[in-house]
């Protein structure tokens, strides 16, 4: 993964990343700021991969919840912003 210091993205601009993302392999960039890893660009592609695997992660999480029996199923619909409420102040 390729590396820029905030002082180069200063420079550079989306330009420095554009550069960044061709010179790395799988089109990410790290950004540096004192020393650090702060942030992480990717390009649309690589963003999309991460968000779907972020939805599927998730949905096997409710999968295995539900597999469980930890959850707790709706019938009343007209008070579910009241259950909802009350869960909220009672976490």
């Known amino acids: 993964m390729t590396m820029l210091t ?4 200063k420079r550079g ?3 420095g990343i554009e ?5 790395s392999d799988n089109h990410q960039v790290m ?15 690589q963003y999309n991969l991460f968000r779907e695997y ?8 409710a999968q295995a919840c539900l597999a469980a029996g930890e959850v707790t199923p709706i019938t009343d619909f007209d008070n579910l912003a009241v259950q ?5 102040d009672n976490a």
């Open 19 to 23: 550069r960044a993302m061709l010179d």
């Open 54 to 61: 972020e939805l599927d992660k998730a949905i096997s999480e």
């Open 84 to 88: 909802l409420r009350a869960d909220i």
């Open 13 to 15: 601009g989306v330009s």
């Open 31 to 45: 950004i540096d700021v004192r020393g650090k890893t702060k942030y992480v660009v990717l390009d649309i592609e």
């Open 6 to 9: 905030a002082n180069e993205l």
